[in-house]
């Protein structure tokens, strides 16, 4: 039999032996151990770990990479929406796109094949954003899947206009009408704001991807809208189809009071999306004891049937000065802050930058490593899928839509040298 693909010899899961995957036509054909047939190409993977492509599900590209063109001095929230409107009002499509081919090249090289991205849409940078991630969508569809969200980052009500130009971003081809309500000036405009999101959502019948709730508690009621979002998802008929970037805001509650929201999200069926690396950062920054340093409460969620993911949000910009685009450092990161630890948490937070994530964007049904799914793949230079994340080890091969797209030689020596007290054992 004849495929297109041959992995020889991959470890798909700690417990069971190693296998082969066989690829034809952009799909898994088989998984099967020592399948016979050739290939036109074919990797020993010699007992290697394999893991589903990650998936960033929330990312800026158009803000990437910013962090020595004006840097921030104070590292707060308010002084980085600032910052970066001042840099937006100076955007030149060569440079966005420039910044936006090296996140991209970071991500493919780190074992990503699928981003949904978030670029401004508003009156101060108009649709770069989106005019330069359709190029580049096209540009690396063989190398990953790329959504465009149009997301209004300066507000709705509070900047007149900008509906205008979310509608003409999703004219011109994006793919999420995005929203961003706390940055309006009050509650009511607040709910106006999630209310637009809706609308137009239906007249595209678009998924729906908000940051929401970006506070370190529910002092302002801009920052207390995720009952109200829960509860229009259900009454509008959009299960399944609405996630929630950032969310800090629900960890400040009770669990009395938090209990009911995430029945809530569970029966919408909402993902939120944790974005451990800004969060951490940006959070907690007027305390001067007991600093907090919010995230959504993973845990909490996580095991209310929630779908939780995570992403790297910003790549080196005033809202998040590091980061390259590796989805194993972030969930990594992720680990030790919600404590996830045992053997069943990391593979949970192995899942919510894989599969979970994958659920976020709308991947569906076929994605995952079994036959019919789009082979859509990493294999590891780890030999457990446990190690993942505690050896963020080199993305040895990269498969994307059946086709190697990243090959990574990796090799280090450690010299040993004998010291001056064992050459006098010797002698």
Known sequence: MKFDLLVRQVCIHDDGPLMDIAVRDG???????????????????????????????????????????LPPIQGTLEEAIRLTGILKGKQEREDVMTRSRTVLDMAVKNGTTAIRAHPDVDLIQGLIGVETLLELREEYRDLLDLQIVAFPQEGILKSPGTRAL????????????????????????????????????????????????????????????????????????????????????????????????????????????????????????????????????????????????YSSNNVRNAFTPFGKADMLQIGNMLAHVVQFGTPDHQAAILDMGTRNAARAIGLGDDYGIAVGCLANFVILDTFKVADALLDIPARLWVIKSGKITVVTHHQCEIHRHPTHETKEAKS
Not at 201 to 213: F, L, Q, T
């Open 166 to 309: 979310m509608v003409e971003a999703m004219d011109m081809g994006a793919d999420v009408i995005g929203g961003c309500p706390y940055c309006e000036l009050n509650r009511k405009d607040t709910e106006a704001h999630i209310d637009t999101v809706f609308e137009l959502a239906e007249r595209y019948d678009a998924p729906i991807d908000m940051h929401v709730d970006f506070a370190d508690d529910t002092s302002d009621q801009r920052f207390v809208t995720t009952e109200y979002i829960a509860r229009k998802t259900i009454e509008r008929g959009w299960q399944g189809r609405v996630s929630l970037g950032h969310v800090t805001s629900l960890s400040s509650l009770s669990p009395s009071e938090l209990e009911p929201i995430i029945g809530l999200l569970h029966e919408a069926n909402i993902t939120v999306v944790t974005l451990p690396a800004t969060d951490l950062y940006l959070s907690g920054r007027r305390d001067e004891s007991n600093q907090r340093r919010g995230l959504t409460p993973v845990r909490a969620l996580h095991h209310g049937g929630v779908n939780v993911a």
């Open 27 to 69: 799909r898994i054909a088989a998984i099967e151990a020592g399948i016979e047939g050739e290939a036109l190409s074919e990797i020993d993977a010699g007992g290697r770990a394999v893991i589903p492509g990650l998936v960033e599900p929330h990312l800026h590209l158009d803000k990437a990479l910013l962090h020595r063109r």
